[in-house]
Structure formats: structure tokens, C-alpha cells
């Protein structure tokens, strides 16, 4: 049997969940990137993005389970709209504080780990708490009327893997 901890796809939804639950300054749209495209959002939007990086062994939970270091880079793409045919100086720092924001909601970020095997009512899991301890905004170059920043974080958590018999 699988366990919940070992699900990543769980692990983004609950990611999905915090990020929609925060109250953000320009009151963003939050998508993930595998979600329908937003390029013809008019507000601000953050774009996420989810890669897996390999599972790290380390130990044994008892007799029948292993545990493992499961990690994953979570990427935050905010786009925030600015006019392109005149600077605006009232509205050019909103980006920043926007990123700086999503930094500060995940930086040091202690999340309890949800099963979703009833996406409508998840519950938590045990002893697994998802988790971010280093985070980094870097600047990317504007387009198309937004300014741009990425806010890049390694999620990590333990996962619990049956041992073959």
C-alpha cells in the first residue's frame, strides 16, 4: 500500500491550498502552471510550478518501512501589470512588495501534510509535516506589461515507503 507522505501530487495541493489561503497584496490569482493559462489576466497572478527532485534515504521508520528525504522545488512566477506606454511611479514597487510577501509567507513555512483521498475534506497525516527552510526572490525580465519576479523555495518532507518483501 502507498502512503500518503510518499504523494507529491498531495504535498502540491496542500502547497496550492496555503498559497490560495493568503490574503497578498493586489489579491493575485494563484495557478498552478499546469492549470488553464492566464496570460490574458488583466490584475496581478502568480504561476506555480512543482519540480521533484530524487528521494534521499534516511533510515528506517521499524521493521517493514523506510523513511526518505522527499524534496521538491516550488516556483512562484509573479506577473504584475504596469503600463507600458508611460511610467507610472505610484504603482512600481507593487511587484516587489508582492514577492517580498510570498518570501515571507513560505520562508521558515511549517505545513501539516494533508491526504487528499477525499479532496473535498483532507486530513492530516501523522508525524509528516511538509516544509521550507531557504527562500529566493530573483528578478526576471518583464513582458508583455508585467513585471516579473521568481520566488523559488525546496519544499522537504519525510515519506514513509513500504520495504519489498
Known amino acids: ?82 503600463p507600458t506606454e508611460a511610467a507610472s511611479p505610484v504603482g512600481f514597487r507593487d511587484h516587489v512588495r508582492l514577492s517580498s510577501e510570498v518570501r515571507d509567507a513560505l520562508q521558515f513555512l511549517r505545513l501539516d501534510f494533508q491526504d487528499y483521498t477525499t479532496p473535498a475534506s483532507p486530513v492530516a497525516v501523522a508525524n509528516c509535516v511538509l516544509s521550507i527552510q531557504s527562500v529566493e526572490v530573483r528578478r526576471i525580465p518583464d513582458t508583455d506589461g508585467f513585471r516579473r519576479r521568481l520566488v523559488r523555495g525546496t519544499v522537504d518532507w519525510i515519506g514513509r515507503f513500504e520495504n519489498p518483501t
Open 1 to 82: 500500500m502507498i502512503h500518503a507522505s510518499t504523494r507529491t501530487d498531495w504535498a502540491q495541493a496542500r502547497l496550492m491550498a496555503h498559497l490560495r489561503g493568503l490574503s497578498l497584496s493586489g489579491s493575485p490569482t494563484v495557478a498552478e502552471s499546469d492549470e488553464p493559462a492566464l496570460t490574458n489576466q488583466t490584475g496581478p497572478w502568480l504561476r506555480v510550478t512543482f519540480d521533484e527532485l530524487p528521494p534521499v534515504y534516511r533510515g528506517h521508520f521499524d521493521a517493514t518501512h523506510s523513511a526518505y528525504r522527499m524534496l521538491m522545488v516550488m516556483g512562484c512566477e509573479i506577473f504584475y501589470p504596469y
